[in-house]
């Protein structure tokens, strides 16, 4: 039976095949300040399972609709084999059917996908968490007879834990540890094995047990007596040399099985993440960081918008990719908020260009396989690797149109639309500042840019209320002046025209 201890984070999964929604999901809530722990996330019914047998979740957040094994038998599969898992599940508006269906099946509660939101979502999860049963005070017999390897679990996940101490000097008879944290992700056939590294680990007068963090991801605590710190450090550091393809990191020594879970979480992980920016060193210890840590300027968005939306495509990409390169040597940012920042830098170029009117539909299957692949990357050269071929692709897409127009009056005119929609704009008063004559204007525009010169100017404007209309809360009495248009029914009726429905049922629309 799944349960909570009074310390224990409750556990989620999330399961979704887009990755954008997962992400979102993620960054929702701070999830362990109200009591929570994602311990994965899969992208259809059949990893959740595989994953559910690793990390024993208390709840599921699923999808209804995904390829391989969708929501609906996921969720038959959870309660005739984990019934204790709490299942919440994410759904569009016209899959009511299949929601209905999982409710006799046994789900807790479902969130529609376009109403999501962080109180929302962590009012669901709340109800889901009060079904999950509790532990009482009164159980501590449990945490006496617990096993060495659920203590140390307990400790690197960052939980409180009582153990019997005459369990851990037992265990632990020495007076001094070191924490080894061993990837063999480079590992490829049979080069070695996690048993073999862990055999060698071993030395005379020392005890060697080892945890699974995660996949490709060891952990082992080395315990010893004191003074022979540098005799095990120099031991495993001879390891290193003998596997290249294996990383090893390695603490600092300290004296006490209660400080596992602080170095872990202080030194180990810092070490790791080191790794992710310089994967070339295989073996790591604290005094191999620098003395002061690379310092990052933030990303001038402003800088680089301005050159991208005028078209100075040169310009903000080379600022990008030599932002990038600093970037991926500053080892002291997290590597999910590493891995966020390319990921929106890719989701941004992908949105500008769509609003200036390129065709970008082949960018977006290669939008989704780098924001996929920038995901499961192990490192971050990986990372700007997905960036460059991103940027590659959309350069092809640049010539392409530039190759079709490579019409500079034509791209004047359209600049100067677009710094300048907002005012009364007239055929008569664009021709006059470009001294052109009118008749030859109007002919000129519709020739080089497949449409009419109020066609475009409307599109513009429409274009620019859609984003007032979504990402703020201005009357629409008011947006309509702010994008050019002094009389209101003729901005409703412009809009109605482009849009298909009116401001006020976009806006409805739009923020369900």
């Known amino acids: 039976m799944i349960a909570l201890t009074t310390k224990e984070l409750c ?9 954008l929604i ?8 701070d999830w362990e300040e109200e009591g929570f722990q994602i311990v994965g996330e899969a992208s259809n019914g059949k990893e959740a ?21 969708d929501g609906e038998e996921l969720t038959k599969e959870i309660k005739a084999n984990y019934p204790d898992i709490e299942v919440i599940i994410l759904s569009s508006f016209g899959e009511y059917d299949y929601v209905r269906s999982t409710f006799q099946s046994g789900v807790v509660d479902y969130i529609l996908k376009p109403k999501l939101d962080a ?3 962590l009012t669901v999860l709340k109800r889901a968490q009060d079904k999950i049963p509790l532990h009482k005070g009164t159980e501590k017999k449990t945490d006496l007879t617990i096993s060495i390897s659920h203590s140390i679990e307990k400790v690197i996940k960052g939980y409180e834990v009582d153990v019997d101490t005459a369990l851990i000097l037992s265990a632990f008879p020495y007076n001094s540890f070191y924490l080894v944290a061993i990837d063999i992700n480079g590992v490829t056939g049979d080069v070695t094995s996690i048993e073999k590294i862990f055999a060698d680990l071993k030395m005379d007068s020392t005890v060697t047990y080892h945890y699974h963090l995660e996949q490709n991801l060891e952990l082992a605590i080395l315990h010893f007596n004191e003074g022979h710190e540098q005799e095990v450090s120099n031991w495993v550091s001879q390891i290193a040399k003998t596997i290249p393809q294996v990383a090893f990191v390695i603490s600092n020594s300290f004296s006490s099985f209660k400080e596992v879970g602080i170095v872990f979480k202080e030194e180990i992980r810092t070490l790791l993440q080191y790794r992710f920016y310089f994967p070339e060193k295989t073996f790591v210890q604290k005094s191999d960081l620098p003395m002061e840590p690379p310092y990052c300027d933030g990303f001038n968005l402003d800088r680089f918008t301005e050159d991208f939306t005028h078209e100075r495509f040169d310009s903000a990409l080379t600022y990008v990719r030599e932002y990038a390169n600093t970037y991926s040597t500053c080892y002291t940012i997290d590597v999910a908020e590493f891995k966020s920042f390319f990921g929106n830098i890719i989701f941004n170029i992908s949105i500008l260009l769509g609003n200036m009117e390129y065709d970008a539909k082949e960018l977006e299957g290669v939008k989704y396989e780098s924001l996929q692949l920038i995901e499961e990357a192990k490192t971050a050269t990986e990372v700007v690797e997905q960036l460059n ?10 010539a392409l149109k530039r190759n079709q127009s490579g019409n500079t009056n034509m791209k004047m005119l359209l600049e100067y639309i677009q710094n300048h929609y907002t005012e009364p704009l007239t055929l008569t008063g664009v021709a006059n500042h470009f ?8 002919n000129y525009f519709s020739v080089h840019n497949n449409e009419g010169f109020i066609e475009y100017l409307n599109k513009i404007r429409i274009e620019e209320a859609t984003k007032l209309l979504v990402q703020s809360e201005i009357p629409i009495s008011e947006i309509g002046p702010m994008v050019g248009y002094s009389d209101h029914s003729y901005f409703s009726k412009m809009f109605k025209k482009i849009k298909g429905m009116s401001p006020s049922q976009y806006r409805r629309n739009t923020m369900r």
């Open 389 to 398: 071929k991103f940027i590659e692709e959309f350069n092809k897409i640049i």
């Open 11 to 19: 556990r989620i999964l999330i399961v979704d095949d887009e990755i």
């Open 435 to 442: 001294h052109f004559n009118p008749s030859y204007l109007s």
């Open 49 to 69: 399972l595989e994953l559910i047998e690793k990390s024993n979740p208390h709840i599921v957040i699923t999808d209804i609709v995904m390829p391989i094994m």
């Open 119 to 121: 109180h929302g979502l």
């Open 22 to 29: 997962r992400q979102g999901i993620k960054y929702y809530l």
